[in-house]
Every structure is written in C-alpha cells, then in structure tokens.
C-alpha cells in the first residue's frame, strides 16, 4: 500500500519525495480531478494527501469521494504557505457540533 501526493507547488512535492512519496504537482481544477480520479482507481494507493488549496478549488468531488469511496483515504495537508484555519478551529468545530465549550 502506498501514499500518493496531489499537490500545487514543487516544494511539497519534492519534499515528500525525499519520504519516498511520489506525486503530481497540477494547478487547474480539470487536471485536480484528473490526478485524483487516477488514484482513487489505482488499487495500490492507499492514502492520498492533497493539500488545502487543491481541496478547496474542488471541494464537491472531494467530499464525495471521501463520504462514498472506502479505499483510498483522502487527507489534506497544509501547503507551503501554512493553513487557512485559526488556530481555535478544531475547538471551534467541536462546540458547533455538539454544543460543548471547551
């Protein structure tokens, strides 16, 4: 089983590479869709790691691929640039959802 990397800059791609995680560095929402259909039907993939910015340029596809597909599993990563969230987002998420402050 093997992990797969989707992402949009070269720094990322090249330093997973170093871990011995090959990917596709791509930039249009066609070529994202592309990439990740690919790894979905690819038997060996296991995980596949796309960082956020991919994930938000096609957040549809990927939450139905998440909540309908078993195999592989999807994970975000922040790219080179940190991530969009605050730095509270999971508390803030857990209060939303269950009504608990933490």
Not at 42 to 63: F, G, H, N
Not at 72 to 101: C, F, W
């Amino acid at each position: 089983m093997k992990y797969y990397l989707i992402s949009d800059n070269v720094d990322t791609q090249m330093g997973m590479r170093l871990a011995g995680i090959e990917g596709v560095v791509v930039h249009s929402e066609e070529h994202i869709r592309e990439s990740l259909l690919k790894a979905m039907n690819d038997p060996e993939i296991a995980v596949v790691l796309m960082t956020e910015t991919l994930v938000s340029k096609c957040p549809d596809l990927v939450y139905d691929l998440k909540l309908n597909r078993q195999r592989p599993l999807i994970v975000e990563i922040p790219d080179r640039h940190g991530n969009g969230r605050t730095a509270d987002s999971i508390t803030k998420y857990v209060q939303e959802a269950i009504g608990v402050k933490l």
